[in-house]
């Protein structure tokens, strides 16, 4: 008997289940807003430069300060091609000769322009605060509007490899309840930072801190649920993530101060931190550490609220230790991220999920991050974006459940692949068409990540699982890093972003067919099971399988 058998003796989907997925999914809610909140808190309104009347200019004009008539306005600033105000450059010196007439220019030459000086006038009708206003990252500062978010996936980088490993030694709850007080203290922080640096230092532990709940979710979840019903409770904390993104344009709406929506999305993770304390730690996790006591504890407590006193009575520590012989003499040995490489079939697992992971992100991230650039209602194509998960998740659990992991990762990367590319070829005129296709292109992206948790969680073994875990995912925010820098190459070729998204998706769609696949098999507890069943070709099953036209729980699934 091994530990899976030993979860579905205390019940498979009972009463604890459901409480520890419920409490486990709600904070990914939230998570999902902050992921994407880069499209509000910087978002960029119009804007142009500031002018400065002087004595001469308040005379000649009869007004004293801003804001001017356009027609004034004119005599200021120079024209872009769409024959408004420009948004980065002011003549050196006043045109008077061009106020009240439709002239664009005198003496057939073109004035001298420069940089804006006294800073920008922004419309603030949408948006009455954002970073960009704050501190004007606009025009030649405009690289710096990218670098907060990359600054933030940084710290998801440096989160996912730190935190991962602490995770493997100290306990996943520990971490856990860890992050939600990192969260919520460096949310608060960054709603208040009086500068853009120390804005990007708490953005940079706000990164750290998501990465710390993503990981520990992910393995809290799949470690203390039977195999059986894992997709289900995957399924069900996806869903928790896809309701952030619907609900953030609503919260954004309402709250149109970056500042206060910051802070409102950041307060409640005080809340997850208080109730985390009842989250039990991995038993899994407990006796592979040697901490059999602590692990019979947690399961006799599993036991009783699953309504299984007798089954629980049974479980005693001896009978922990002959259940588990095998994977606690493997657990006595050192591990640590150099493990993922040493042998042949670890190793392959290492280098497609790292390809698939940085892929996932990259291209998600390329697309969700820049709203504004589809000439769309921000607010609506946030809803749009967020409400296709919805559809491409539950294919993506139907794949995951009757056809398999490695399918559904390899298809779902390489269709978003082949939209993005044909979005290349639409007219801009076609806008109806161009949001369709960038909509299914990011619900398969969003299925691909809710595969891409489940998938690496199942391959790797429990002794260097969360390292694994927090491997990729040290990829998956190397992509997102990258993604908004990459979006600045338009500016020289429009077509080149898309091309890059869609290129990396399709090489990693292709790679995902060299997983072994992990449908209805029992989760390794040791690096050895690894090799040895994907040599053989035969995984341990599941004693039930579910039968196909099973009824699947509402417990489901999880940027």
Not at 145 to 156: K, N, P, T, V
Not at 177 to 194: D, E, I, P, Q, Y
Not at 394 to 417: D, E, K, N, P
Request: hydrophobic share 45%; net charge neutral; aromatic share 12%.
């Amino acid at each position: 008997m091994g530990f899976e058998d030993i979860l579905e003796k205390l019940g498979t989907a009972g009463r604890f289940h459901v409480i520890h997925i419920v409490l486990l999914a709600i904070p990914l809610a939230l998570l999902s807003t902050h992921n994407l909140l880069q499209n509000f808190v910087a978002a960029v309104p119009d804007h142009r430069c500031r002018v400065r009347l002087g004595a001469e200019g308040s005379r000649y004009l009869n007004v004293t300060e801003e804001p001017l008539r356009e027609e004034f306005l004119r005599v200021f600033l120079p024209l872009d091609e769409e024959g408004r105000p420009d948004k980065c450059r002011m003549y050196t010196s006043p045109q008077w000769h061009l106020l009240g007439t439709n002239e664009t220019q005198g003496n057939g030459s073109q004035p001298d322009t420069q940089a804006c000086t006294d800073g920008w006038v922004y419309d603030r009708s949408q948006f009455t605060m954002t970073i960009v206003t704050e501190w004007d990252l606009v025009c030649n500062r405009k690289p710096l509007r990218h670098l907060a978010q990359s600054l933030y996936m940084a710290g998801i980088l440096v989160g996912s490899i730190i935190l991962g490993r602490l995770s493997d030694r100290f306990g996943r709850r520990t971490v856990l309840w860890l992050s939600h007080l990192l969260m919520a203290v460096s949310g608060m922080c960054g709603a208040f930072s009086s500068s853009f640096p120390l804005y990007c230092f708490w953005r940079v532990l706000s990164g750290m801190a998501v990465s710390g709940l993503a990981l520990n979710t992910v393995c809290l979840g799949i470690e203390w649920i039977p195999m059986k019903f894992r997709i289900c409770a995957a399924t069900f904390c996806n869903y928790f993530y896809t309701l952030g993104q619907l609900i953030l344009p609503g919260i954004a709406y309402g709250i149109q101060d970056g500042r206060l929506l910051f802070l409102a999305l950041s307060v409640p993770f005080y809340v997850f931190f208080l109730y985390s304390w009842w989250i039990p730690e991995s038993a899994r996790w407990l006796v592979m550490n040697d901490k059999i006591d602590v692990a019979l504890k947690e399961l006799k407590r599993v036991a009783r609220m699953n309504g299984k006193k007798e089954e629980a009575e049974e479980i005693t520590a001896a009978f922990l230790k002959s259940s588990m012989e095998a994977e606690l003499t493997s657990s006595k040995g050192t591990y640590n991220a150099f493990d993922l490489f040493k042998t042949p079939t670890v190793r392959r697992i290492t280098f497609c999920t790292m390809s698939i992971w940085f892929s996932t992100s990259f291209s998600y991230y390329g697309l969700a991050l820049d709203l504004q650039g589809f000439g769309v209602d921000i607010y609506l194509i946030q809803l749009i974006f967020g409400a296709i998960d919805i559809p491409a998740k539950l294919v993506g659990v139907c794949t995951m459940s009757y056809v398999g992991r490695r399918f559904t990762q390899g298809t779902s990367l390489i269709l978003a692949a082949l939209v993005i590319l044909i979005n290349i070829f639409v007219p801009e005129d076609l806008q109806a068409v161009r949001v369709t296709l960038a909509a299914i292109g990011k619900g398969s992206l969003g299925a691909s990540f809710a595969c891409c948790y489940l998938y690496v969680s199942e391959m790797y073994p429990t002794v260097i699982r969360q390292t694994g875990v927090g491997f990729a995912n040290t990829m998956a925010r190397v992509g997102a890093i990258v993604a908004p820098m990459v979006r600045l190459s338009g500016d020289y070729l429009p077509f080149m972003p898309m091309t890059i998204y869609g290129g990396m998706a399709i090489l990693s769609g292709a790679s995902a067919f060299g997983l072994p696949e992990t449908l209805n098999t029992q989760l390794p507890d040791t690096v050895e099971d690894v090799e040895s069943r994907w040599r053989s070709g035969k995984a341990p099953k599941a004693d039930v399988i579910p039968e196909p036209g099973a009824r699947i729980p509402l417990v489901e699934q999880r940027p």
